[in-house]
C-alpha cells in the first residue's frame, strides 16, 4: 500500500493507494458508523462494507443536489446518528462530493473519510477537500472544503468499472501529467493501452502519481486563491461543453485541454510537438479532441461559469508538457478558440 499525505492543510488527510476496500474497516475508529453509498456501487459491493448501517443514493449528475442532501439529513436524523459517529463515503465522485458535504454540516459537522471506487475519484474526485453539490444548474455552487481523514484506493474495484469511466479517469491523469509531470506524461505515452485495460503496475503508478501531483498543490493552496487553479486544465472549456452537449465530464474535459493547448500555441507559450503531443495521446485513450458544439451556448455557458472575474476569466496554459500557468484572459478571445473545438479555427 502506497501511502501518500496531504499536509498543511486545515486538517490532515492519508490517502492509501492499493488498500482492499475488505480492509476498510481498520481505517475507522470504534464506535458507530454510517456508509453513504450509490445503489450500484451498494449491489457489486455492499458485501465487502465493514459492519454498521448504510444509506444509499441514486445514481447520475442530476442527483448531486441539496435535495439529496436533505434526504440523506433525514436519514440521519431517523437513525439518531450524533456527532460521535464516523461517516464514510464509498463510491466514485458524487457519492465522495455530497458525503463530504453531508459530513460536514450534518450537525456542524462530523468526522469522515471515503474509499473511492471509480478511477476518477481515486485520482482526483475524493482527493483534495473539495465538497459539494451542484444547485440550480451550476455545477458544484454549494459546498465547504474540508478534507477526509482518509482516502482509500482499491485498484480491484476498478475492474467493473465500465470502458467509459476507465476513460474519464484517464482524462484526469493526463491533466495532472500535462500540468505537472513531463515524466508522467512519458509513462502514459509508452503504456497507454495498458492503462486503458488497467493493467495493475501501470494502473498503481498513474494513481500514485495523480494523488501526489494534486497533493502537493492542495498542500500549497488549499482554498484555490492562486496555484490549485491549474487543477482546471481544460475545465474552462471543459465545462461548457458538458453543459451544453451530451459528453461526460471526461470527454469534455479533453476537448477542454485540447483548446487551451491551442490557445496555449497561439499565445507563444506551448510548441506545436507539444499540443500535438497531447492530442494524439488523449486519441490513444479513446478520448475525443474535437466536440461538435453550439459556439454560442458555449460562449454563453463560459459567461455564466462561477470561476469568471468580469469579462476575465483564469484560464489555465501550458509552457510545456509538465508546466502550467494561469492568465487573466478576455472572454472575447476564448470565443475564437471555441470555434476551433468546433473545427472551423
Ligand atoms: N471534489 C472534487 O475535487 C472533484 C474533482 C473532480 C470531479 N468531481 C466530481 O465527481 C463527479 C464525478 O465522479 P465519478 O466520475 O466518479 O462519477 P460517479 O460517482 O457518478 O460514478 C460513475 C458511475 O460509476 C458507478 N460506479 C462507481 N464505482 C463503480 C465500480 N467500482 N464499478 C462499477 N461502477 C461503479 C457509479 O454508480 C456511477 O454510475 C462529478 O460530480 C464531479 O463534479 C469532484
Redesign the pocket.
Known amino acids: 500500500v502506497i501511502r501518500i499525505d496531504i499536509k498543511d492543510t486545515t486538517k490532515p488527510s492519508v490517502i492509501h493507494i492499493g488498500e482492499r476496500l475488505e480492509n476498510l474497516s481498520g481505517y475507522l475508529p470504534a464506535g458507530r458508523r454510517v456508509m453513504i453509498t450509490?445503489?450500484?456501487?451498494l449491489r457489486?459491493?455492499g458485501d465487502r462494507f465493514p459492519s454498521g448501517e448504510v444509506i444509499a443514493i441514486g445514481?447520475?449528475?442530476p442527483i448531486?443536489t441539496l435535495e439529496t442532501v436533505q434526504e440523506i439529513f433525514q436519514r440521519l436524523i431517523d437513525l439518531e446518528v450524533d456527532r460521535s459517529a464516523f461517516i464514510v463515503g464509498i463510491?466514485?465522485?458524487?457519492?465522495?462530493?455530497v458525503t463530504?458535504f453531508v459530513a460536514s454540516t450534518y450537525q456542524r459537522g462530523l468526522r469522515f473519510g471515503f474509499a473511492?471506487?471509480?478511477?476518477?475519484?481515486q485520482v482526483?474526485?475524493?482527493?483534495?477537500?473539495?465538497?459539494?453539490v451542484?444547485f440550480n444548474g451550476y455545477?458544484?455552487m454549494v459546498?465547504v472544503f474540508n478534507q477526509p481523514e482518509f482516502v482509500l484506493c482499491d485498484p480491484a474495484?476498478?475492474?467493473?468499472?465500465?470502458a467509459r469511466?476507465v476513460r474519464?479517469?484517464m482524462a484526469?491523469i493526463v491533466k495532472h501529467a500535462a500540468i505537472a509531470s513531463a515524466d508522467l506524461f512519458d509513462f502514459l505515452e509508452t503504456r497507454a493501452e495498458e492503462a486503458l485495460a488497467l493493467e495493475p503496475a501501470v494502473v498503481q503508478r498513474l494513481v500514485a502519481e495523480s494523488v501526489e501531483i494534486k497533493a502537493a498543490v492542495v498542500s500549497r493552496d488549499e482554498r484555490e486563491t492562486g496555484e490549485r487553479r491549474k487543477?482546471n486544465f481544460g475545465h474552462t472549456f471543459g465545462h461548457a461543453i458538458e453543459k451544453t452537449t451530451g459528453v461526460?465530464?471526461?470527454e469534455a474535459v479533453s476537448a477542454g485541454m485540447v483548446a487551451a493547448a491551442r490557445l496555449s500555441v497561439q499565445r507563444g507559450r506551448l510548441d506545436t510537438e507539444g499540443e500535438n503531443r497531447i492530442e494524439r495521446l488523449l486519441r490513444r485513450l479513446d478520448l475525443p479532441v474535437r466536440v461538435a458544439i453550439d459556439e454560442k451556448a458555449v460562449i454563453d455557458a463560459l459567461h455564466r461559469d462561477k470561476k469568471r472575474e468580469s469579462a476575465n476569466v483564469h484560464f489555465v496554459m501550458l509552457d510545456a508538457i509538465g508546466k502550467a500557468v494561469v492568465e487573466n484572459i478576455a472572454l472575447d478571445e476564448l470565443q475564437q478558440v471555441a470555434r476551433h473545438l468546433m473545427g472551423q479555427g
Not at 450509490?38 to 456501487?41: A, H, L, P
Not at 473511492?116 to 475519484?121: D, E, G, I
Not at 474495484?157 to 465500465?162: C, G, I, N, V
Open positions: 450509490d445503489t450500484n456501487v457489486l459491493y445514481t447520475g449528475e448531486k463510491g466514485g465522485g458524487i457519492v465522495s462530493d463530504g473511492a471506487t471509480t478511477l476518477l475519484a482526483d474526485a475524493s482527493v483534495g477537500g473539495k465538497n459539494g451542484n455545477k458544484n459546498g474495484t476498478l475492474t467493473t468499472l465500465p469511466e474519464c479517469g484526469e487543477l461526460n465530464h471526461g
